[in-house]
């Protein structure tokens, strides 16, 4: 069993829509919660940033961290087709800055 | 601001070949992570650097090695390439601190991919 999974999709939906993205863990440790977006022939982009549990906002861009369910979540609102691109969850132990990394979930928004 | 720098973008080599590669980190930034992302799956973790000492390594053979420099730019080098060691080869960059190197947000170069033949 990997330590993170995250359903590769692919996942499409229509401009406008809000989209909804998840991974699961079994490391109860991790400590440090992070969403990174990757564009084609480019580095993952770090979007959102979390410690522990509870729900962060950014723009259209909201991520949860529920540490009791093992399992965290990133909402995009009002998605446009420049938001296409591959989603990688990934998470990190108190005192370690290794990234553990869920496989990655293909988004593509229709215009 | 730069963000972190990769060279080369693309490399070709042939099997039991060696390759160096070579990143910058944003300027400031301390810490300097590899890590391997092969096609349809997410990055793999390979080492991690903090003040040019090796403060983590991933589950890679020995072939892998690197090292960081004063400057807090680092060289990812590996020996004796199999066809297996084809993917992009990330680094991160992040700020640490005396106290702590962990928590800091890590940010990605856009790699360099290696193809082997």
């Known amino acids: 069993q990997k330590e993170v999974e995250q359903d590769p999709g692919p996942l499409s939906v229509p401009e406008g829509a809000i989209v909804s993205l998840n991974c699961t863990y079994s490391?109860?440790?991790?400590?440090?919660f992070m969403w990174y977006r990757q564009y084609s022939r480019k580095g993952p982009e770090l979007l959102m940033y979390t410690y522990s549990s509870g729900n962060k906002e950014d723009g259209r861009f909201t991520a949860q961290v529920d540490k009791s369910s093992k399992y965290i979540s990133l909402f995009i609102r009002d998605s446009q087709p420049s938001d296409s691109a591959t989603y990688l969850c990934?998470?990190?132990?108190?005192?370690?800055?290794?990234?553990?990394f869920g496989q990655g979930t293909r988004l593509t928004i229709n215009p | 601001d730069a963000g972190v720098t990769q060279s080369p973008t693309h490399l070709i080599k042939t099997r039991g070949q060696q390759v160096t590669l070579r990143c910058s980190p944003i300027s400031g930034h301390k810490s300097v992570s590899w890590y391997q992302q092969v096609l349809g799956q997410g990055p793999q973790f390979i080492f991690q650097?903090?003040?040019?000492?090796?403060?983590g390594r991933g589950n890679f053979p020995d072939r892998f090695s690197a090292r960081q420099f004063p400057n807090y730019s680092s060289e990812l080098n590996v020996n004796a390439l199999l066809l297996g060691d084809s993917a992009l080869y990330l680094c991160a960059s992040s700020l640490g601190t005396t106290a702590t190197i962990s928590g800091q947000p890590q940010h990605f170069g856009d790699g360099t991919r290696l193809s082997i033949l």
């Open positions: 490391n109860s440790a991790f400590q440090y």
């Open positions: 650097y903090y003040e040019k000492e090796e403060r």
């Open positions: 990934a998470m990190s132990l108190q005192g370690a800055q290794k990234l553990v």
